[in-house]
């Protein structure tokens, strides 16, 4: 993840509990009473405050929970089905009449751009009779098909975009095992630099000036702490080759943010109105999470001094 977002759902909580409490009264009325529908129960009962509004700390005891109780093996795919029955993720993401569903959650959301590549937009259009409606997909940071208890659960659900959500990235990867950076949880340990791409000696001194075409820099994705999560994170979501990509408007920002406080004094005593430092950035400072590439060219502009580190 390139973003925190550990207030994303905010706005969200109190609407979401009350759906998912209902849906577990719903779901335990539906068990019978035999030898695993009983433990099921038992295990819902007794994790329910944490599946219902757990922090995102909380949850990996549930997980550990569930797997002392059920083991790893039949058991476990018994209560697994029965549990997917409880928490029907599926009927939750479907465009429906119903007044709460993944539509109306996702347009809750504070943050509107992906936190695992923080380059794709993640809006959300409620579908009425004239539009099909739009809205992100949402990953289970821990797996559904692994716990199907927490398919519902608010602290488990991020909004993201198609790429990062699919096949050739996150999909199934189980973040319960394989640690990755926690989106609600870490801290931003990922961050970016524009460096010349290996030059000759002579060179080195106006590549440090900028003074090369774009095409001489390449934009690098680095873990500054947490090193594990942080690389683990830039390797499935394949951040380092997807930023490559943006390094020529890197570049082009660099220039712009290079001597910025000394140009923009000159500027403003020969203008009748200051371009300000949110002006290159296109976004007010603490706003970055909001917009695509927020973060990056928040490095940048410190890279080459125009904020301070
Ligand atoms: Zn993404």
């Avoid at 519902?152 to 991020?158: E, H, P, Q, R, Y």
């Avoid at 910025?260 to 203008?271: E, G, I």
């Avoid at 970055?288 to 940048?300: E, L, M, N, Q, T």
């Amino acid at each position: 993840m390139i973003i925190n977002i550990s207030d994303v759902w905010a706005d969200a909580v109190e609407h979401h509990s009350i759906f998912l409490n209902g849906e577990i009264d719903k779901g335990l009325l539906e068990l019978s009473d035999s030898f695993v529908d009983a433990a099921i129960c038992d295990f819902v009962e007794a994790n329910r405050r944490v599946i219902v509004s757990g922090t995102p700390v909380e949850l990996p005891m549930c997980i550990e929970d569930f797997e002392g109780r059920f083991g790893g093996g039949f058991l476990r795919e018994c209560a697994s089905e029965r549990l997917k029955d409880i928490f029907n993720f599926s009927e939750f993401s479907k465009k429906s009449k119903k007044t709460w569903t993944a539509y109306h959650l996702c347009l809750q959301a504070k943050y509107k751009i992906c936190c695992y590549c923080h380059m794709v937009s993640t809006g959300t259009c409620l579908p009425d009779e004239d539009l099909k409606g739009y809205r992100p997909p949402i990953d289970h940071y821990y797996t559904k098909s692994d716990y199907p208890f927490l398919a519902l659960t608010l602290s488990n659900f991020i909004p993201c975009c198609e790429k990062c959500n699919g096949s050739q990235m996150k999909h199934a990867v189980d973040f319960a095992k394989n640690i990755h950076l926690n989106p609600f949880t870490d801290e931003e340990s990922i961050e970016f630099e524009l460096r010349p791409i290996v030059v000759a000696e002579e060179m080195v001194a106006k590549a440090l000036a900028l003074a090369l075409p774009s095409t001489s820099y390449r934009l690098s994705v680095e873990a500054k702490k947490n090193h594990a999560a942080s690389n683990a994170s830039i390797k499935t979501f394949q951040l380092k080759s997807r930023y490559e990509d943006y390094s020529t408007q890197a570049f082009y920002l660099a220039k712009k943010m290079k001597g910025y406080t000394a140009r923009q004094a000159m500027l403003d005593a020969a203008l009748d109105f200051p371009l300000t430092l949110e002006d290159h950035l296109e976004f007010e400072l603490d706003a970055y999470k909001s917009f695509p590439y927020g973060k990056v060219r928040v490095c940048i502009a410190k890279q080459y001094g125009a904020i301070p580190e």
